[in-house]
């Protein structure tokens, strides 16, 4: 069972531009929610997480907005960069699983220079 | 400098064949994962381990094996029951609570 859904799959942006990722999570009792940054043949990093206490949580460029009653939160990165070309990843995850994170399909982001 | 290490970064299986990928933290965390990576799927949990000596199925464990004898140290075997190895397999681990640290991944592919 899927539980976290995102899109969309890929994602061209122009070089400056907004790009923005969005996921959808089931689980009610999720209650942090990571996004991942991979470039190829790497492993992800973590790039942001927020907590539903807060609606909204911004680090440099990176923004996530978090909508509880949807249960849906997205990644915006403003003015973004090709060295910002990677695939995202959101997750999901509830305190008592410890770190047990359930992963969204990805995004993979092409930002042209 | 401290960090995961996994290996090797390529491993070729040969049909019927048991192959295992290695992977080792100087990060002095309890906890390891491992997950699978597909294009197009996200990553998936293999198995965990949060002490020593334990260890959990995650959502799709069948086909894999895992031991957990040192806290450094979660390697990975992906047997011949595992009729479609073909992936991208990343370790990572955890000092605590949800932030994952990720190695560099093995790709395994069928010869």
């Known amino acids: 069972q899927q539980q976290v859904k995102q899109s969309p799959q890929s994602l061209i942006v122009q070089k400056g531009g907004i790009s923005i990722i969005n996921c959808a999570y089931e689980?009610?009792?999720?209650?942090?929610f990571p996004w991942y940054q991979q470039f190829p043949g790497k492993g992800p990093a973590l790039l942001i997480a927020?907590?539903?206490?807060?609606s909204e949580k911004k680090e440099g460029r990176f923004t996530i907005s978090f909508n509880k009653s949807a249960k849906q939160f997205s990644l915006h990165i403003m003015d973004s960069q090709p060295g910002d070309s990677a695939t995202y990843f959101c997750?999901?995850?509830?305190?008592?699983?410890?770190?047990?994170?359930?992963f969204g399909e990805g995004t993979q982001l092409t930002v042209n220079p | 400098d401290g960090g995961i290490t996994q290996s090797p970064k390529y491993l070729f299986r040969k049909e019927g064949q048991n192959v295992t990928l290695s992977c080792e933290q100087n990060?002095?965390?309890?906890?390891m994962y491992w997950y699978r990576q597909d294009p197009g799927q996200g990553l998936r949990l293999i198995y965990y381990?949060?002490?020593?000596?334990?260890?959990q199925k995650g959502d799709i464990a069948e086909g894999y094996s895992v031991s957990r004898e040192k806290k450094e140290s979660f390697p990975l075997t992906v047997t011949s029951a595992q009729k479609n190895p073909t992936a991208f397999y990343l370790c990572?681990?955890?000092?605590?609570?949800?932030?994952?640290?990720f190695g560099s991944g093995t790709q395994l592919s069928v010869l």
């Open positions: 990572a681990s955890t000092p605590g609570w949800a932030k994952l640290f």
């Open positions: 689980n009610t009792a999720f209650d942090y």
């Open positions: 927020i907590r539903p206490d807060v």
């Open positions: 997750a999901a995850s509830k305190e008592t699983s410890g770190s047990r994170l359930t």
């Open positions: 990060l002095n965390h309890d906890a």
């Open positions: 381990s949060q002490i020593v000596n334990d260890f």
